[in-house]
């Protein structure tokens, strides 16, 4: 018995249009676009290898340039830190309270901050300014006599700079009159950063903390379990 001709479905024609795949990229919300720096290798990859040596060894000249000049600048800046006064005093006063901000008064950061910035003050304020060096004077000085600093610049070999500061008695025009123990001074200093850093710690905590805002956003799951963003 011959078997009937199968019959097209018209629910399904043969010439149905099917979807076409798209070769297009689609960017979807999780797509993110390379960075700045990302974007900079690719391109110097794409460079020819001359090209290459040359920008790497300008690169290099560039660097050890602004090295030296670094190096020059910071001497330049402990040379007058060493001299001239409220130089110092105002540059380590202002970075301690950079660096207070962030502190709670009396945690393990304060703490810290606290004797870093007591030690490293005491080292580098030589000159002092004239409150500071108020109340040494009326205890060690005669009348008539002030406490100064100056820079001692030494170059003990070919191309070594050794940087110092040292404590003098002056007079009212700014003449020497005689060297003073720097130990001494030293322990001032000390004891006066220490006074200064430890009250305003003290009143740091007192203040509210600053609050640090985040622009990164993340998932988290609600109590349906499902996945939401979260944002600051």
Same mark, same amino acid.
């Given at each position: ?123 580098? &304020?030589?000159? *002092? #300014?004239? !409150? ?7 205890? $060690? +000085? ?5 406490? /100064? ?21 002056? &007079?009212?025009? *700014? #003449?020497? !009159? ?7 001074? $030293? +322990? ?5 950063? /220490? ?38």
């Amino acid at each position: 018995m011959a078997t009937p001709p199968e019959q097209p479905n018209p629910a399904k024609p043969e010439n149905a249009s099917r979807p076409k795949k798209s070769s297009k990229l689609v960017k979807g919300p999780s797509y993110t676009p390379p960075s700045r720096t990302t974007r900079i290798r690719r391109a110097y990859k794409k460079l020819p290898q001359p090209l290459k040596i040359v920008l790497g060894g300008l690169g290099t000249l560039l660097m050890i340039g602004l090295l030296i000049l670094g190096i020059r600048l910071v001497m330049l800046l402990l040379v007058v830190m060493l001299e001239i006064p409220w130089v110092a005093s105002g540059v380590l006063l202002g970075l301690f309270l950079i660096l207070l901000l962030p502190s709670n008064g009396w945690t393990n950061y304060g703490a810290y901050l606290f004797l870093i910035g007591a030690v490293v003050s005491a080292f580098l &304020d030589v000159p *002092g #300014n004239p !409150i500071y060096n108020a109340p040494f004077e009326k205890l $060690f +000085l005669n009348e008539g006599e002030y406490l /100064s600093g100056s820079a001692v610049v030494e170059k003990p070999s070919q191309g070594e700079t050794v940087i110092s500061g040292e404590n003098v008695i002056v &007079d009212a025009d *700014g #003449n020497k !009159i005689r060297d003073i123990n720097d130990f001494l001074t $030293f +322990l001032y200093r000390l004891a006066l950063y /220490s006074v200064i850093y430890g009250v305003l710690i003290t009143l740091r905590g007192f203040l509210p903390k600053m609050k640090t805002t985040s622009t990164s956003a993340w998932p988290r799951k609600n109590r349906s379990g499902k996945n939401r963003l979260r944002t600051p």
